[in-house]
């Protein structure tokens, strides 16, 4: 055979093959994005269980090194001022509009509004300030501070009785992140956009809520996810893309793909009513993942779903969803929603604490959930509910012992229950 036969051989031969090489890529990506969903779940159904036993095993705190949630460390330890974390004070009345409901003659109300107005006080007494070298005393919450020591510095101080409680160590962790969160992140640096070719005036998170740009990477629009994924439960469980898009933050999450939320974006994002719509929309669409319906968007109250057995057992076996929980919350309280912080967490707490529901979740609403809610007095009605309906009460870890002591104290019940929201007109009882 001649040399240019050789030669046109060859030639031919090699583009034969850079044409199947191109063909056989194409096809390999495109079988990849419509099955990664189903291998992510796979791995996550078979490795989720053994890495919550071994991370169990060593005493390491569940929502550690999450997909959804950054690790708290050093780089993020805020300074616990407690200056700003009354941010969010909901005026005397917020929730009086809902409160007032059929069946409730004067009388009751009339002492109901009595024991409001003590209720109120209870809080402000000089017997709740509590000295830093209680056995439960936890440096990163500032939920117990009062006017007289918000120019409190103390940050970590691990007393000897506190060592003996490991759950008490997982709380001070997980302090540190929601502290953090509460007083608007001011350790935080500014990240550069993770596109180089993104300018700095760019809101990715705001152009997705007004429906101008789609989601990275799965390229889908606010309304493709309001329309297209409600009750897609196996989607939304496997698919982990997409909850740093439906509910930004100004922390990272696991998609690199996003982008963190910036002062900016809340600016405009607060006064944009189409962009607060959509995100209740998206607020509405998971709590329908989990089995919850939204039944006032005056107040934020929520109820179990028609469906709740069959969406709680999810929500019990997949605990990354304790996560996403947690992003949603936070969401909400920075962009325009902290008013449904307090019943979606009350919520949560009367069905670990009183119903015995999600055994899986209780932790991380003690840990995470309650510790969210940007209204300090609303905080300490959850912690106080929580105390009261927790039955191992020497295990209780979320406030300082001199707390625990002064609610132990018969008269600090009302009418015999362990209602703790019962004493407030201004909060409404969430129905469940």
Avoid at 258 to 275: D, H, R, V
Avoid at 341 to 369: D, Y
Wanted: proline share 5%.
């Amino acid at each position: 055979m001649s040399p240019l036969l050789l030669g046109l051989s060859g030639q031919v031969v090699l583009k034969m093959i850079w044409f199947a090489y191109n063909r056989a890529r194409c096809l390999i990506e495109w079988l990849w994005r419509i099955t990664r969903g189903f291998f992510l779940c796979c791995f996550t159904r078979v490795f989720t269980p053994i890495a919550r036993y071994v991370l169990s095993a060593i005493g390491w705190r569940e929502e550690h090194g999450s997909r959804n949630e950054p690790e708290v460390n050093d780089e993020n330890k805020p300074q616990t001022t407690g200056s700003q974390d009354d941010r969010v004070e909901e005026p005397v009345g917020q929730w009086e509009a809902g409160r007032l409901t059929a069946g409730f003659d004067r009388k009751a109300e009339e002492r109901e509004e009595e024991d409001a107005e003590e209720e109120e006080d209870e809080f402000d007494q000089e017997e709740y300030q509590v000295d830093p070298s209680d056995e439960l005393y936890c440096g990163y919450d500032s939920t117990w501070e009062t006017g007289e020591d918000q120019s409190s510095t103390h940050r970590r101080g691990r007393r000897p009785g506190a060592s003996r409680h490991y759950k008490f160590s997982r709380f001070e962790n997980a302090s540190r992140d929601m502290q953090n969160y509460r007083h608007d992140y001011p350790s935080q640096i500014r990240r550069q956009p993770w596109n180089q070719n993104m300018s700095s005036d760019d809101k990715p998170n705001l152009g997705f809520y007004l429906g101008n740009n789609p989601s990275l990477p799965d390229g889908l629009y606010i309304h493709n996810f309001h329309n297209d994924w409600k009750g897609e439960y196996n989607t939304l469980e496997c698919v982990h893309t997409f909850i740093q898009w439906l509910f930004p933050l100004q922390e990272p999450g696991m998609n690199h793909e996003a982008s963190t939320l910036t002062k900016e974006e809340i600016k405009e994002f607060l006064k944009s009513s189409t962009a607060k719509e959509n995100l209740l929309k998206s607020y509405e669409l998971m709590l329908d993942f989990y089995g919850i319906e939204l039944c006032d968007k005056e107040t934020g109250e929520v109820k179990r779903a028609s469906n709740w057995r069959q969406r709680f057992s999810n929500l019990n076996n997949h605990t990354h969803n304790n996560l996403r929980i947690t992003r949603i919350l936070k969401c909400l309280g920075t962009l325009g929603y902290p008013h449904y912080q307090a019943p979606l967490v009350h919520f949560f707490l009367e069905e670990t604490l009183v119903h015995g529901e999600l055994p899986n979740v209780k932790e991380s609403v003690l840990n995470f959930f309650v510790f969210s809610v940007l209204d300090k007095k609303q905080r300490r009605k959850l912690i106080k509910f929580a105390y009261l309906n927790y039955d191992a009460k020497d295990e209780f870890v979320w406030c300082p012992r001199k707390i625990q002591i002064l609610w132990s104290e018969p008269h600090r019940g009302v009418h015999g229950r362990k209602d703790g929201f019962e004493h407030y007109p201004d909060q409404k009882q969430y129905q469940i």
